[in-house]
């Protein structure tokens, strides 16, 4: 284990973690969780139904914020260097601050979900964003695959 050197994609993967941990919340313990946080009456039916579909939309959710969790890790000098690094990162950030403030967008495509969910979620992804640009931004010269 390395020391931390970027505070900002530190937090960024604890927030990437701790979203991916709620996320395996909902598929441990159903439809509660899934109408708390409101993803939807029609995701919390089915969830408790046992219906595929739920488990595999938000493992997958789980899967990419685990894996985002890392990549600030590496790009914050915690773990190991992954693949792609800058890019991965740069990436990462964009996905986060789009996902904050294009929800406007989104909102039709998901009717069941609440507009408290819709703010909450959109509040939460400008923040996370925010700590992964600014950490990839301080750290850019030494995410480059020369400075391994």
Known sequence: ?????????????????????????????????????????????????????????????????????LYALSGSKVIFRLPLLRLGLVVISLIYLLRGVAFMAIMPIFPENSLTFWLVSSGICLIIGTLYAVGTFQSWSQLSVKNV
């Open 1 to 69: 284990m390395h020391s931390c050197n970027n505070k900002y994609l530190f937090l960024g993967s604890i927030c990437s973690a701790l979203a991916a941990i709620a996320h395996l919340g909902c598929i441990i313990f159903g439809g509660d969780w899934y109408r708390f946080f409101g993803a939807g009456e029609q995701m919390a039916r089915m969830a408790e139904d046992g219906h595929w579909y739920p488990t595999v939309v938000t493992s997958i959710i789980v899967l990419i914020l685990s894996v985002w969790s």
